[in-house]
């Protein structure tokens, strides 16, 4: 039992490890640890070449096909977004709205524009979805922001709460088609707000960008649980995309994490199983 570390030496440097590890992780309780624990890579952990990973994923994909790199739209129609104008974008430098990239929790009521939410979305649309040899067998997708792997298990889903054209409710971004799925979904300004954990603020948005992440995508490539890490890392990356769009058009932005999961997987129609609820851009007009 203590060779294989099921006991514990009383006085051992082993328990004074662990002592050490209650201390530091103790407020954020037994899931945080078990998750940072459990997914850190170890001395000995073995790592394959990129182009043995190519490989090998080739040769699974003839047995096992990767998933699908976007949510299948089903029988619902697509409302196709307007291509962006490159020009609102290029107004300012890449410097510049580094510099000026701010969360702001306050928000107008004119209405967001449809052609300004369009171009915040094109920070989740493929770049190239068609030339890249890999994607029809690996289901590589590359987007402007970094994923690991080039799997993009991220979902965007917009709640149009007010947006220019669209009436209220969730839609679905299909970055394939660049186009929005309209979805059941329909809530008011107070269920809106609880929601996101009763921060009142979020009531005055125009729309909000939640995003989910689908694990099936990174484990058909990547079936350790290190990959958990993965998710998370990739939703930041795409969020401060979108800030520096919502930067270069004039629009105030944020991004949260203080959701009630059940309360968002209800209005998406997710399953916590397989689609993770991981945060949302609050998005809208300067007052």
Known sequence: MIRYEV?????????????????????WGTSARAFHFGTRSLRETAFTTSETTAKTLLEKAKVSPPPSPVRPTGEHHTIALPEPSPEPLN???????????RSVREFGEEPLRLRDLSALLTAARPTRPETHPDIPATGNVFKTSP?????????????????????????????????LTPLDGKIDD??????????QWTGNAGALLIYTSVIERNQW??????????LLMDVGHLSQTVYLLATALG??????AALRDELVEDLLGCDPANELVLGMSVVGNRL
Not at 147 to 171: C, D, F, K
Not at 221 to 230: E, G, I
Not at 251 to 256: D, E, G, R, S, Y
Request: aromatic share 10%; glycine share 12%; hydrophobic share 30%.
């Open 7 to 27: 006991l514990v030496v009383k006085g051992s440097h082993r328990q004074q490890r662990e002592e050490e590890i209650l201390r530091d992780w103790g407020p």
């Open 91 to 101: 107004t300012i430098g890449l410097g510049e709205a580094l510099s000026r990239r």
């Open 190 to 199: 107070d269920q809106l707000i609880a929601l996101a954990g009763d921060q």
């Open 147 to 179: 994923s690991g792997g080039a799997r993009h298990p991220t979902e965007v889903y917009v709640y149009a709460r007010n947006v220019e054209g669209l009436a209220q409710g969730v839609y679905h971004y299909d970055g394939f088609r660049h186009g």
């Open 251 to 256: 629009l105030n932005v944020t991004f949260t």
């Open 221 to 230: 490539k990547y079936p350790v649980s290190r990959t958990y890490r993965v």
